[in-house]
């Protein structure tokens, strides 16, 4: 433990696109790494990926580690594990940041089993201890109904894996410099556990919440009838809807529609929110928000506490008003 420095990132790439959280993460352990007095080092399989290094750069990364390999094109959980733990193993790092991906939550254990350490999962906030500096991992517990503060004191790395969206990406800055540097992970044919036959990607109807600038997000008191009222509302903002845990429970919407501890973290440029109290859960998912209006019958719902505007009052009557506003400024 005396010997272990750095922080290092996993960076996902799929198909030679790297995924956003990798950017976010790289802001993270960037902090945690000028908090320590460390590099932050970014971690990149794949194959035919080289060109993505500088993109790591200019968004934080003091070296990044290529790890190139034909078994590393798409994702196959034995190749990954195994060059990430022997990546691992020759730098004994302090800190280990992975994305909550469906990627993610298949390795991170896998990689904390063989290097024998705890893995914290889905964090909503790291910070260093002052007196310890250790690395505080906080994330949801008990359904969500509170926040666990963990500790990892006795083993390294310190590893944690972090949902898409919780985290700010840095500014790219182009005129960073950094080490680029390729590692073998000496892979072997009979790494390959799995053969992936053929890839099927569903088409996306609609983009992800976490990329939208406008939500607009109904909870419980919508009601099924009033999601329709939504969507009506979104369409003329050029939104998407989103929703509750209770409003996706009643199944009112999808689940990949969820905002909240246990659904997607979202940090839209407007969100509102109608019919939905405020509950610790969801506030937790959505309170970074640019501008945040809430309409709710309720004048003491702590979506209150948040909110920049605040509607008292009831979206029935309310949200109709203002789909007839919105039409008449389009055909204006």
Same mark, same amino acid.
């Given at each position: 433990?005396?010997?272990?420095?750095?922080?290092?990132?996993?960076?996902?790439? !799929?198909?030679?696109?790297?995924?956003?959280?990798?950017?976010?993460?790289?802001?993270?352990? !960037?902090?945690?790494?000028?908090?320590?007095?460390?590099?932050?080092?970014?971690?990149?399989?794949?194959?035919?990926?080289?060109?993505?290094?500088?993109?790591?750069? =200019?968004?934080?990364?003091?070296?990044?580690?290529?790890?190139?390999?034909?078994?590393?094109?798409?994702?196959?959980?034995?190749?990954?594990?195994?060059?990430?733990?022997?990546?691992?193993?020759?730098?004994?790092?302090?800190? *280990?940041?992975?994305?909550?991906?469906?990627?993610?939550?298949?390795? =991170?254990?896998?990689?904390?089993?063989?290097?024998?350490?705890?893995?914290?999962?889905?964090?909503?906030?790291?910070?260093?201890?002052?007196?310890?500096?250790?690395?505080?991992?906080?994330?949801?517990?008990?359904?969500?109904?509170?926040?666990?503060?963990?500790?990892?004191?006795?083993?390294?790395?310190?590893?944690?894996?972090?949902?898409?969206?919780?985290?700010?990406?840095?500014?790219?800055?182009?005129?960073?410099?950094?080490?680029?540097?390729?590692?073998?992970?000496?892979?072997?044919?009979?790494?390959?556990?799995?053969?992936?036959?053929?890839?099927?990607?569903?088409?996306?109807?609609?983009?992800?919440?976490?990329?939208?600038?406008?939500?607009?997000?109904?909870?419980?008191?919508?009601?099924?009838?009033?999601?329709?009222?939504?969507?009506?509302?979104?369409?003329?903002?050029?939104?998407?809807?989103?929703?509750?845990?209770?409003?996706?429970?009643?199944?009112?919407?999808?689940?990949?529609?969820?905002?909240?501890?246990?659904?997607?973290?979202? !940090?839209?440029?407007?969100?509102?929110?109608?019919?939905?109290?405020?509950?610790?859960?969801?506030?937790?998912?959505?309170?970074?928000?640019?501008?945040?209006? =809430?309409?709710?019958?309720?004048?003491? =719902?702590?979506?209150?506490?948040?909110?920049? *505007?605040?509607?008292?009052?009831?979206?029935?009557?309310?949200?109709?008003?203002?789909?007839? !506003?919105?039409?008449?400024?389009?055909?204006?």
């Amino acid at each position: 433990m005396s010997q272990s420095k750095d922080v290092l990132v996993f960076c996902e790439q !799929r198909d030679g696109i790297l995924q956003k959280v990798s950017l976010e993460l790289l802001g993270e352990g !960037r902090k945690l790494a000028d908090t320590l007095g460390q590099n932050l080092v970014a971690l990149l399989p794949g194959s035919g990926v080289e060109n993505l290094c500088s993109t790591l750069i =200019a968004h934080g990364a003091d070296e990044v580690i290529h790890v190139d390999h034909p078994y590393l094109g798409d994702y196959m959980n034995e190749p990954y594990t195994k060059a990430m733990t022997a990546v691992l193993r020759e730098g004994n790092y302090e800190i *280990v940041l992975i994305g909550a991906t469906a990627i993610g939550r298949d390795l =991170a254990p896998r990689v904390a089993a063989r290097v024998k350490t705890g893995l914290t999962a889905d964090c909503t906030s790291l910070e260093i201890d002052g007196e310890t500096r250790q690395l505080l991992m906080t994330r949801p517990a008990f359904g969500g109904n509170i926040l666990a503060t963990i500790i990892c004191p006795e083993h390294r790395p310190q590893m944690a894996s972090i949902r898409p969206g919780v985290m700010l990406a840095p500014v790219q800055d182009n005129t960073r410099k950094g080490i680029i540097r390729s590692f073998d992970a000496n892979l072997k044919e009979s790494d390959k556990n799995v053969i992936i036959l053929e890839t099927v990607r569903a088409a996306k109807k609609t983009k992800d919440i976490t990329e939208a600038k406008i939500l607009i997000s109904g909870g419980r008191g919508t009601g099924k009838e009033g999601f329709a009222v939504l969507e009506n509302v979104a369409q003329l903002l050029g939104g998407q809807v989103s929703a509750s845990r209770a409003a996706v429970d009643e199944g009112f919407a999808p689940k990949d529609r969820q905002v909240g501890q246990t659904g997607k973290t979202v !940090r839209p440029q407007l969100y509102m929110a109608c019919g939905i109290s405020g509950a610790i859960q969801h506030l937790a998912g959505m309170e970074e928000s640019e501008l945040i209006i =809430a309409v709710n019958k309720n004048a003491s =719902a702590p979506i209150f506490d948040v909110a920049d *505007v605040g509607i008292v009052g009831d979206m029935h009557k309310i949200l109709p008003k203002l789909i007839t !506003r919105l039409e008449a400024i389009a055909n204006e």
